[in-house]
């Protein structure tokens, strides 16, 4: 019997699509990282994660300072 990859949705753009293919992020503290293993997370598509003006609706979203999360984002990204 095979096994169904699980489909998430982008919070930004309200995409769905596997689990495998979208960025599992986590908000705690006023910090924004990568999914520790615990806790609540969201998940972020990679296309989202490109457009500069998608960022900053996140970081308003989260109230978190504009200029520290586009760099958060970016180191996460890669």
């Known amino acids: 019997m095979l096994k ?3 489909i998430r949705m982008c919070i930004v ?3 769905r699509g596997f689990q495998d293919t979208l960025i599992r ?13 615990y806790g ?8 989202c ?3 500069a003006k998608k960022r900053v ?3 308003k979203r989260f109230k978190i300072n504009s200029e520290i999360f586009d760099k958060l984002l970016k180191e996460i990204d890669g």
């Open 4 to 6: 169904r990859k699980p």
């Open 57 to 59: 609706g996140l970081g």
């Open 13 to 15: 753009c309200k995409q």
């Open 40 to 47: 609540r997370s969201f998940y972020v598509c990679h296309s």
């Open 49 to 51: 994660m490109g457009d």
């Open 25 to 37: 992020l986590q908000h705690k503290e006023d910090n924004i990282f990568l999914f520790q293993g």
